[in-house]
Each structure stands twice: as C-alpha cells, then as structure tokens.
C-alpha cells in the first residue's frame, strides 16, 4: 500500500475541532489511523511550521468549457484549483451551450474525470437557457449526477417560478443555489452606487438588487420549509436579512468570496476593468459586515466564484467589459492576509469555510482528516510571502484583482485522495 507522510505540521481538522502539532500519515488513499506509522514510507513532505487542512472545497467556479475556452478550460482550471489548495469543485452551468440538459453535464464531467485532478461536480440551469421562462428538466440533471441548480449570472426573477424551483428541487433532496439580482433594479449598472461610482464617472447599482432578492428567497424558504443557497453576498442589507433568517429558524447556507472580504468600491473605481464583477465591490461598512458574519457563521461558505476573461474582453473598459475575476489560485492567501490575520477567523475557522461547510452544503465528500477519510489534504504556509503575477498563474484567465498586492501565506502542496497533484517548486 502506497504511504504519504506529512510531517511537523500543525494539524487543522475542522471535522473534529482539531487543532494539534502532529504528522499525518496517509496510506493507500486515505488518511492512516492516528497510531499508524511505516518505517519506510513511499514520500514525505515537511510542514515545519505550516498549516495541514482538509483540501477546500470550491462551490463557485466558472470552468468557461463548453463555448469560452478561450478564457479557461476544465483542464487549465483544474490546474488553478490545485495550485490553491482545492481538491473539489462545483462548477457553474453558464456555458455555451447551457447545463440545462444532461448531455452537457454529462460532458463536463466526464471531461473533469479524465483530467484526474481535483473532484469536480456540477450545478444544473434552473431554467432552460438559463432565461428564467421555464424550468429546465431537473429530474433528469438530477440523474446526469448535478449536486444543485442555479442560473448563476442571471437570478430568477419571476417568484412563481422561483417557487416552483425550490419544490422540485426539494423533491429531488437537491437546492436552488440562488444568484441575488433583480434585474429591474441593477439594470445597467456597473459599480456599488455611491460616491466612488460618482468619482469615477460610471453607473452605479444599488445594494438593494441583491438584497430584495435575498429577502424574497429566505421568505420562500420559510413558506415551502425547505432550504436555500445564497451565492456570493456583497453587502450588509443581505447579512441583515440572514441575521434575522437565521433567529426565525430559516434554513440556508449562504457564501462569501474572497475578493468581497478584502475589496471595496474605492478599489474598484481605482483600478479598472479587473476589479469589474457581479454583484460589484461594496462600501468598506459591507465589507466589514461580511467578514463579522462569516466570522459568526452567519454566512458559512468561502466560494471564489472564479470567473476567468481574455484580456481582450476586459480590455474593453469599465463599462464593456464583462462581470467577474479569478481567484483560486489567491483564495487561500487572500484570507489568511485579510480576514484571519485581522482577527475575523482562527485557522481552525478558516479551515472550516473552506473545506467542511462547502462540502456539508451540497452533500459532498470532504473537509475532514479523520482516519479512514479521503485523504484530501491542503497544506498552508503563513509565513511565505507573495505577490501574483498572473502571467505565472495556471488559469488561463489574467483578470486578478489583486495582482501586485502583497500577500501572506500561500498554498504549498495540495493531495487527492492520497496523491500529491500539486507541490510548491521550492518544495
């Protein structure tokens, strides 16, 4: 049986409230009873002074493959997850053509397993061509193997519709992962309203398009007393409605990234096209709302929404230029600079975002290191630092927002299911 021993590390296991200095064998896949040791083992990595966590689990990638391969492929995002420390991924259904019948899914995934790196699942289209007019054939996503469904891009804005979503889904023991925009609201608007956006000359949107959302589909949820996702909240009206949700009983998961913890608008109408994205960059008050609310568990998820471009397309200025950043290859390093160093996560609570409550939202395997466990492993170092130059990146998307920006700790092995995928080169 193959053996991998890590070594001198400090232990984080969300799983069990683990936090200990102590080596972690693995043996034939999976992680070796605490007791278990070989004289001799197959490979060994040295985690003196770095963090040993369940591999993160990422419920928001965009894999731009079929129809935008240009931007980034299941192959080239793979290779970022892994360089980020993510060993599962569940990947969004706004492709061309859309995941909305299980001959793409299918396709995707199959294409994912061939590539043998990190897991990777899929979200369903909530409705055919992701048009929000009609539901899409969930029982037979559901069957083409999807963990979820979602419009991702685009929120279901007809709630007739968005309830009859959530009851299909329910039925088939699967969620609607919710994107939170009213259209009517949000139309043509590019940057959070307010003084920045007045600065700089450019449309602003109001947070109330995603709020009024959010408050329409925690209501569902209580009425059909079933459950929803919230994805990739940005500003403090949202977290007010979880509060509250959360002190009724309302069953939801909800989730964060990181370029909202740690950006504001400021950052935005500073920096040009690269700090573009959907739901955009909030006030510094949002910022500061979303990391105490992730810190409360409130909002439970840390999902990069990874969402490469070609430069061309963002070459086409603030207003062209389409919605969205990367971000798995940062993801790790962003929260460690500007949510745990600054006193809103331990490392154990971290390790927790990022692995065990992704992988409990959608009834996936994960974010343990329990022995007899899947050895999926991330190993951290907080004290490399770094600066992206995303020339150097594995994604084929350019479009980093915190390129140049000096961050600290950095994802430096990365293990599925017992084999190392990803090892730092000074490592």
Not at 312 to 335: H, R, Y
Not at 340 to 364: E, I, N, T, W, Y
Request: include cysteine; aromatic fraction near 4%.
């Amino acid at each position: 049986m193959a053996t991998l021993l890590i070594r001198n590390g400090r232990l984080i296991d969300p799983s069990r409230n683990l936090d200990v200095q102590r080596d972690l064998w693995i043996r034939d896949g999976k992680v070796a009873p605490d007791d278990f040791a070989a004289e001799r083992p197959d490979d060994v990595f040295d985690a003196a002074g770095m963090l040993v966590m369940p591999g993160f689990v990422d419920v928001h990638v965009h894999l731009r493959e079929p129809g935008n391969e240009q931007a980034e492929t299941v192959e080239t995002g793979c290779a970022a997850a892994l360089a980020g420390g993510f060993t599962t991924l569940v990947c969004m259904p706004n492709t061309i053509p859309a995941m909305d019948n299980p001959d793409v899914v299918r396709r995707v995934l199959d294409k994912a397993a061939a590539v043998r790196g990190p897991r990777v699942y899929a979200l369903g289209a909530v409705t055919v061509g992701r048009q929000g007019k009609r539901l899409a054939p969930m029982e037979l996503l559901a069957e083409a193997g999807v963990v979820g469904f979602t419009d991702d891009g685009s929120g279901v804005q007809d709630e007739a519709l968005a309830r009859a979503a959530m009851q299909r889904a329910a039925a088939l023991g699967l969620r609607i992962a919710e994107h939170c925009e009213v259209a009517r609201l949000s139309e043509g608007g590019v940057i959070r309203r307010g003084p920045a956006a007045e600065r700089a000359c450019l449309p602003g949107l109001p947070p109330e398009a995603e709020s009024d959302m959010v408050a329409r589909d925690l209501r569902l949820a209580r009425e059909l007393k079933t459950s929803v996702h919230l994805q990739h909240l940005s500003t403090m009206q949202s977290v007010a409605h979880l509060r509250a949700a959360k002190a009724r009983g309302i069953r939801f998961t909800a989730e964060v990234t990181p370029h909202h913890l740690a950006l504001t608008d400021e950052d935005a109408a500073d920096g040009g096209p690269d700090f573009k994205m959907n739901p955009p960059l909030g006030f510094e008050g949002d910022r500061k709302a979303l990391c105490e609310a992730l810190r409360d568990n409130i909002i439970e998820i840390i999902a990069t929404d990874h969402a490469p471009h070609t430069p061309a397309a963002k070459a086409l200025g603030f207003k062209n230029a389409p919605s969205g950043v990367i971000g798995m290859e940062t993801a790790a390093s962003v929260i460690w600079t500007h949510v745990a160093q600054r006193g809103f996560l331990s490392p154990l609570q971290m390790a927790a975002r990022m692995s065990l409550a992704p992988a409990a939202a959608f009834k996936l395997e994960g974010g343990t290191l329990k022995p007899g466990a899947r050895a999926d492993v991330a190993v951290f170092n907080p004290d490399l630092s770094w600066t992206p130059k995303p020339e150097e990146f594995r994604s084929r998307g350019r479009n980093c927002p915190f390129k140049g920006r000096l961050l600290h700790g950095r994802v430096v092995c990365t293990v599925v299911a017992g084999e190392v995928k990803y090892r730092d080169a000074l490592h």
